[in-house]
């Protein structure tokens, strides 16, 4: 008898935190500010991922006072505010709570997919 194939798995949010990291250092925006485990990001309005906050952890204040600071961060920095967080994760669920939603406007589609394998 044929043995289907494993569905696909989601990695774990600690792996997933940890990749987003190690991706937001390897390809820093121009201007980056922590906000707690937050990273306020701007880069003069080139690319969304380097002009939004990447939510990968506890911002050190409640999620609304955190997003107020996203908003104020990109007035500042005259980018549009935005937050990225990984899809499912406490953040998401957090954020979508204080009323954001997903950019279906945004030209190259709203979610983004980080691919990983093992490398000989």
Do not use: K
């Amino acid at each position: 008898r044929a043995v289907p194939p494993a569905p696909p798995r989601r990695a774990p949010l600690a792996a997933v935190t940890r990749l987003e990291g190690l991706c937001a250092d390897a390809w820093p925006a121009q201007v980056e500010r922590p906000l707690g485990e937050w990273r306020l990001r701007a880069a003069s309005g080139y690319t969304g991922r380097a002009n939004g906050a990447l939510a990968i952890g506890d911002p050190g204040m409640p999620v609304a006072a955190a997003l107020d600071e996203v908003r104020r961060f990109a007035r500042e920095h005259g980018v549009e505010p935005r937050v990225q967080v990984p899809v499912g994760s406490p953040w998401d669920h957090a954020v979508a709570a204080q009323g954001w939603v997903l950019n279906v406007g945004h030209a190259r589609g709203a979610e983004v997919s980080v691919l990983v394998a093992p490398a000989a």
